[in-house]
Nanobody, 121 residues
């Protein structure tokens, strides 16, 4: 069974840093694209950062210059380094994307449980 497990969230003061991890497991030949999303209470889920297997990245304007997405292809793990955190970054963070399975079919991951990030002022 293919799944994603996010970790690394927590409570941090404004200006602090956190590093989130997203570990993919199961019958995955390669990860094609992965993104980090967040959902704050009462708001829609939004894309924060994304990266392709070719190394192309893009970021939401609200996090540019503060967040960095990276990955470890051997471990099938994607990271989100978050610096200069602000109270408005408070949300549940999720990762998702698509992968190539061993049958040569591109599939999308199911959503994981997410990891809570709380930034205090």
């Amino acid at each position: 069974q293919v799944q994603l497990v996010e970790s690394g969230g927590g409570l941090v003061q404004a200006g602090g840093s956190l590093r989130l991890s997203c570990a993919a497991s199961g019958s995955i030949f390669s990860i094609n694209r992965m993104g980090w999303y967040r959902q704050a209470p009462g708001k829609q889920r939004e894309l924060v950062a994304a990266a392709t297997s070719g190394g192309i990245t893009n970021y939401a304007d609200s996090v540019k210059g503060r967040f960095t997405i990276s990955g470890d292809n051997v471990k099938n793990t994607v990271y989100l380094q978050m610096n200069s955190l602000k109270p408005e970054d408070t949300a549940v963070y999720y990762c998702n994307g698509d992968y190539l399975d061993y049958s040569g079919i591109y599939r999308s991951f199911s959503w994981g449980q997410g990891t809570q990030v709380t930034v205090s002022s």
